[in-house]
């Protein structure tokens, strides 16, 4: 469902945009971290903790596994 993403966010630079085009999907939180993980295997970015918090803050203990 990379399809999804606008054509000019589909590189790892783009990863802060990334975040903000997701932080304002109207979807739950686990689908936007469904759309990173996505993201990441599609551009060869690295799937951190780091970048899952960055997407949903606090919220990201709601959606682990």
Do not use: H, N, S
Request: proline share 6%; hydrophobic share 45%; aromatic share 8%.
């Amino acid at each position: 469902m990379i399809e999804i993403f606008p054509p000019a966010l589909l590189a790892k630079e783009k990863e802060d945009e990334v975040i903000l085009f997701l932080q304002k999907l109207p979807v739950p939180d686990r689908k936007k971290k469904q759309a990173l993980v996505w993201w990441c295997q599609y551009t060869g970015a690295a799937l951190t903790e780091e970048l899952v918090k960055k997407l949903l803050g606090e919220r990201i203990e709601e959606v682990r596994g």
